[in-house]
Every structure is written in structure tokens, then in C-alpha cells.
């Protein structure tokens, strides 16, 4: 056995369990963080854009999975439904704490998803991950069926293309990091572009 196999052998191993619970954590840490002066002087915000580059960083790796595999050997496909949905608890995290901690009132959140197109498009980002998230289990696969279920999860690559873009805009001045992303973001997408086509050729 190469070592590339004992290694995916050793992923297979890990239970998702697992996962959940030592990724659920990281929110924590930085609430504590927040509260004890950790996250600076402005803690509400400094957590909003800490659970904001956790989310960035879940959702780049969701969409590395396959290159990764492809080009390393290494296979995470495993876990992906597990990353995939901390993924998506990352960014509701998130947006809780713009929502309830900083906004603080439904009518502000509205305006602000007007008037600001950064909050526009990281709330379209959103909305298009509900669906995804919630059909991440064995039954909506059953319900759906796999080329349904395949083609709805292809909105990953929509939502984490806007999340780069949301990332770059937050910032409000230009910051290599969230380039960073955003570039890394595109160029795996220009890796999907042959399957997507495969997939929609019928």
C-alpha cells in the first residue's frame, strides 16, 4: 500500500462525528474571544469578520475537494457532506452575529440588503445555500434523485464565488487576503467548467 493510500485510508477512518464537534467549536472560541477582549475593541465586530474568513475558508475547501483529489491523490470526498455543512454553519454564525448582535433591528437588516451590495450579494450567497444545505443528507438524494440532487448542489460554485466577493467588498479598501481568495476561488471554478459542461451536454 502507497503512502497516499494509508493516508486516505486513515481520512476514511475519522468519524464525521468528530468533525462536526471539533469544527462547532471554533465559533465558540472566538465568542469567547469577543467577550474578553480578545477580538479588539470592537468585538461584535471583529467576530462578524472572524466567523466571516472561517466561512470563506469552509466554503474554499468544499469546492478544493475534487482538485485536490485530482491532483494530489489525497481524498476528502469522504467527509465532504460533513465540511459542506459546517460550511454552512459557519456562515449562519455569521450572519446571526450581523443580524442580531450589530443590526439589531429587521428593518435595518433590510435597508442595509438594499442600499449595500456587499450585504446584497453575501445574502444572495445565503439564500442560495439554504437549499443546499438542507437537502445534505441520503434521503433528498433518494427524493431528488442523483442527477437532480447533483445539478441543485452545483450552486456551490455560484454561492462561493459570490462569498469571494462578498469577502473582497466587506473589506471596503483593498486587502491582498481577501484577492487571495477570490482569485484561488475563480481558478477552481475554472477546473468545474469541463464537468459542468458534461453534465448539462444531455
Partial sequence: MSRTQRVNAAIRKVPSWLIYFACALLPLWYFYLALTGGLGVEPINGLELALGDLAMKALVLVLAITPFRKWTGLNLVPHRRAIGVIAFFYVLCHLLTWA???VQSPARMWADIVKRPYITIGMAAFVLL?????????????????MRWRRLHMLTYVICALGAVHYVMV????????????????????????????????
Avoid at 135 to 144: A, G, M, Q
Fill in 100 to 102: 442580531v448582535l450589530d
Fill in 130 to 146: 439554504l437549499p443546499v444545505a438542507i437537502t445534505s443528507n441520503n434521503l433528498s438524494i433518494r427524493r431528488l434523485g442523483p
Fill in 171 to 202: 473589506q471596503k479598501v483593498w486587502e491582498i487576503e481577501p484577492l487571495v481568495y477570490l482569485a484561488i476561488v475563480l481558478g477552481l471554478l475554472a477546473t468545474r467548467i469541463p464537468s459542468i459542461r458534461r453534465e448539462f451536454a444531455g
